[in-house]
Each structure stands twice: as structure tokens, then as C-alpha cells.
């Protein structure tokens, strides 16, 4: 069975960086195929996809937080870890970890529970 | 990038039929495979249809996707309709790069 479960801090300060935990467990992020990614939801608002990272390392980004994204993995403790940089109120929103169905388009099919980040001083 | 409109709400009486439509901007709604997600009030969201029209094991056969070039479109439709369809409804593509493109949402009330 496979679960995912989002941690980090509820509240951040405007212009701090917010790191994010995603434990994983029923598959290992490492196998040949997987990928991890991250979305978020503003409170009462739409869909936003941040980025995933690949079982061999590779990530992808969405280009509009590129510069301010991270993504990486921890294989023996079987987590993925999102960083970003310089937070925003704008960027105060539930951050849920997905896993990509591997194969065919790839869809989503387990998300975490999701976690709420606020972002105020 | 191109956008995903949907429309923000509809609603419906149970045991009707209801089609959610997700209209692409810029490009062909058939290049890129649509999925749609279903999000009850305070749950993360799930996959209801996948590749425009796969139903994943576990979702009724009550709902079904398709696309329709003329209008550039993806739509959703529910059957049958029951209290527990009431949610928000969100479809997602891909853009160049393989990109993650995903609509507004729409909210179904089932009343």
C-alpha cells in the first residue's frame, strides 16, 4: 500500500525558505520509474503543479518557480524534500506530495494527505 | 503554456446527468492526454478519468471523459448523479516539456 505523508512548519516569515518532507513508504523512490512531485492549492482556489523529481535523480520544474524550487530525495531514509526559496503570502497554500503512476501519461494516483503553509510576519 | 477553462460551478439534481467541460486556449486538446481529478470538501484530491477517457479500478462506471476537437474541449460526465458526486472537479494536461497544466476547477452541487 502505498502512502505519502507531507511535513514541515505551518507557518513561515515573507522572504524565509520553507522546506517540506515527504515520507514515503510501499514503494522506494529510488526504483526505475518512480517519480515524486509536489502541488499546491491556495485556500478555496485551483490546482498548482510545483515539480517532480525522477527515480535517477532528473527534476523538473514548473517554470514559473524554477528559481525559487528544489526537489530532492533521500534514498535510504525513502523521503523527498521540496525547498523554496524566498516565500511569499502568495505562497500560502496546502503543498500536497503526489505519486506519478509510472507508465502511460503518468497520472497521479496517491497523494498525501497535504499540509498547510502560511506565510506571515 | 497554454490555459484549461472551466466553468466555476454547476449544479444538478441527483439521479441526472451533468458534463463538465475543460476548454484548452492555444493548441489542440488532442495532443496532450486529460485527466480529471475529483476533490471532496477537505480531502486531497483522486483520479476519477485518465488519458481522456479511462476510468481507473474503483471509480463507477457512472463517470466518463471524452474530447471533442470542434470545440477544442474535454469533458466530464457524471450519471446517475449522487450526494457523494458533490465536489470540486479539476482536469489537467501537459504542456511542451512535459509541463503539468491544470484547470480552474469546477464545483458540483448535487441538490
Known amino acids: ?121 | 503554456n497554454f490555459l484549461l477553462t472551466q466553468p466555476h460551478s454547476v449544479s444538478e439534481s441527483p439521479g441526472k446527468t451533468v458534463t463538465i467541460s475543460c476548454t484548452r486556449s492555444s493548441g489542440s486538446i488532442a495532443t496532450n492526454f486529460v485527466q480529471w481529478y475529483q476533490q471532496r470538501p477537505g480531502s486531497a484530491p483522486s483520479i476519477v478519468i485518465f488519458e481522456d477517457n479511462q476510468r481507473p479500478s474503483g471509480v463507477p462506471d457512472r463517470f466518463s471523459g471524452s474530447i471533442d476537437s470542434s470545440s477544442n474541449s474535454a469533458s466530464l460526465t457524471i450519471s446517475g448523479l449522487k450526494t457523494e458526486d458533490e465536489a470540486k472537479y479539476f482536469c489537467q494536461s501537459y504542456a511542451s516539456s512535459n509541463q503539468w497544466v491544470f484547470g480552474g476547477g469546477t464545483k458540483l452541487t448535487v441538490l
Open chain 1, 1 to 121: 500500500q502505498i502512502t505519502l505523508k507531507e511535513s514541515g512548519p505551518t507557518l513561515v516569515k515573507p522572504t524565509q525558505t520553507l522546506t517540506l518532507t515527504c515520507d514515503c513508504s510501499g514503494f522506494s523512490v529510488s526504483s526505475i520509474g518512480v517519480a515524486v512531485g509536489w502541488i499546491r492549492q491556495p485556500p478555496g482556489k485551483a490546482l498548482e503543479w510545483l515539480g517532480f523529481i525522477y527515480w535517477d535523480g532528473d527534476t523538473l520544474y514548473s517554470p514559473s518557480l524554477n528559481s525559487r524550487l528544489t526537489i530532492t530525495k533521500d534514498t535510504p531514509k525513502n523521503r523527498v524534500v521540496l525547498t523554496m526559496t524566498n516565500v511569499d503570502p502568495v505562497d500560502a497554500a496546502t503543498y500536497y506530495c503526489v505519486h506519478r503512476r509510472n507508465g502511460g501519461s503518468g497520472w497521479l494516483d496517491y497523494w498525501g494527505q497535504g499540509t498547510l503553509v502560511t506565510v506571515s510576519s
